[in-house]
C-alpha cells in the first residue's frame, strides 16, 4: 500500500511505500529526488508493474530486469555488446512502450526504419535478434502472451554473401610485406596457418604452445573493455581445443619466444601489442604487397578455404576452427571457389561422356 508523494524542503519530492515482491514478502522502501508529485506517482506504478512481473510495465523497466538477470548469466563483453545495441537501437523506439502494447505491425515499422539507415544486413539480422531475446524471455518468465518477433519476420540476413580470402600466393605476397615487423610477422604466420581468432592469438601464453607435440592449446580469449584487460573463456565451449602446428610454424614461434624478455609459462605471447596494432598493420602489409583488402578475421576465412581446397573434411575443419556445430562450417566456409567448381564441371563431363576413369578417380 503506497503512501502520497510528499514534497521535501528544497522543493523535490519523495514517496514511500510498501509493496509485494515477486516472492510474496511486503516490503517497505522509499525513493527521493522527483521534480514533481506526478514524476514520483508515475515512476511508482512503472515500479510497481516491475515488480508483479506484469506485461503491461514499459519496455525499458523490463531491460533494467532483464539486463539484471542475464549480466549474471553471460560473459562481460557479450553483455557489454548487448547492451549497446538495446540503449542504442531498442530504447529509443520501444523504451517507453508497454511490453504487452509492442506488435508485429510496431516490429515491422521499426524494422523498416533500420533498414532505411543503410546497416549491413548481419547487422541488421543482429539487431533483431536482441530485440526477439528480450521478448522471449518476457514470455519464459514474465507471462507476456506471445513474441511479437515471430509474426513480423525476421530482417537482415545471418551471413554475408561473401567472404574475402587470400590464397597462399596472396598470403605469401602480404607476409613479406609485414616482415619487417618482427612481431607482427609470427602473429600473421600463427594466424593463417591455424585459423584461430585474434582474441585466442592475444590470450596465448608460452605454456600453450607444445613444440614437441607440435600442439598449440586454446582455452581462453583477450579483448579490451573500456580500458581494462579481460583474459575469458574462448566464444564457445567447443572453441576450447588443441590444434596441430606444421614444423616450420613451431620453428617460427620457438624462435619467438626466446627474444621474450624472461619469458616464464604464463607469460602471453603478445602481451605488449593490441588488436589495433595488427590492424594497422594488416592494413600497411595490403597497401605495400597490392593483395586484396581483407579483415583480420578474414584470415581465419582464409584458412578454412585453403583446407577445403585441400580436400578436408567439414568435420575435421570444424573441430580445427572450434565451431559447436559443422553445419557453421559448411555454411561459413565450406564455399568452392570457381578453379574447384571448374574442375567439377570438367569431370562431370568426362562422366557424361562415359569416361570411367574419371569415375574412378574422384571416388
Not at 531491460?63 to 548487448?82: F, H, P, Q, S
Not at 605469401?172 to 609470427?186: G, H, L, P, T
Request: charge should be positive; aromatic fraction near 10%.
Amino acid at each position: 500500500m503506497a503512501n502520497s508523494a510528499k514534497r521535501d524542503p528544497n522543493g523535490t519530492w519523495h514517496i514511500q511505500f510498501r509493496y509485494k515482491d515477486w516472492t510474496g514478502t511486503i516490503r517497505k522502501t522509499s525513493r527521493k529526488g522527483f521534480k514533481t508529485k506526478k514524476e514520483a506517482e508515475e515512476w511508482l506504478n512503472r515500479f510497481l508493474l516491475q515488480q508483479a512481473a506484469d506485461p503491461g510495465m514499459l519496455f525499458k523497466d523490463f531491460w533494467e530486469i532483464y539486463k539484471a538477470d542475464m549480466g549474471k548469466r553471460l560473459k562481460v563483453t557479450t553483455m557489454v555488446n548487448k547492451e549497446y545495441i538495446v540503449t542504442d537501437k531498442l530504447l529509443p523506439y520501444f523504451g517507453n512502450m508497454p511490453l504487452s502494447q509492442i506488435t508485429a505491425a510496431t516490429i515491422r515499422k521499426w524494422q523498416g526504419e533500420m533498414m532505411e539507415k543503410g546497416y549491413k544486413a548481419t547487422y541488421l539480422k543482429t539487431i533483431n535478434n536482441q530485440l526477439s531475446a528480450i521478448l522471449n524471455y518476457a514470455v519464459s518468465y514474465y507471462d507476456l502472451r506471445a513474441n511479437p518477433c515471430k509474426r513480423a519476420g525476421s530482417m537482415g540476413k545471418s551471413r554475408a554473401d561473401e567472404r574475402p580470402f587470400w590464397t597462399l600466393e596472396e598470403f605469401q605476397s602480404f607476409i613479406d610485406a609485414v616482415s619487417d615487423k618482427y612481431e607482427a610477422w609470427v602473429a600473421f604466420q600463427i594466424l593463417f596457418w591455424t585459423g584461430m581468432r585474434i582474441g585466442e592469438l592475444l590470450a596465448l601464453k608460452v605454456e600453450d604452445i607444445d613444440l614437441d607435440d607440435l600442439t598449440v592449446r586454446i582455452d581462453e580469449s583477450y579483448t579490451r573493455l573500456n580500458g581494462k584487460d579481460i583474459i575469458s573463456t574462448p566464444k564457445t565451449e567447443s572453441s576450447i581445443r588443441v590444434i596441430t602446428i606444421h614444423e616450420d610454424l613451431a620453428e617460427i614461434i620457438e624462435e619467438y619466444i626466446s627474444h621474450i624478455y624472461k619469458a616464464k609459462p604464463d607469460t602471453r605471447l603478445f602481451a605488449e601489442k593490441t588488436k589495433s596494432f595488427f590492424e594497422k598493420e594488416m592494413q600497411r602489409g595490403i597497401k605495400n604487397s597490392g593483395v586484396k583488402r581483407i579483415t583480420i578475421h578474414c584470415l581465419r576465412h582464409s584458412h578454412a578455404s585453403m583446407l577445403v581446397e585441400l580436400g578436408f573434411s567439414a568435420q575435421a575443419i570444424a573441430r580445427r576452427l572450434g565451431h559447436g556445430r559443422v553445419t557453421t562450417t559448411i555454411e561459413t566456409y565450406c564455399h568452392q571457389s570457381m578453379d574447384a567448381q571448374q574442375k567439377i564441371a570438367n569431370t562431370l563431363g568426362k562422366v557424361s561422356k562415359g569416361d570411367k576413369d574419371a569415375m574412378q578417380k574422384r571416388s
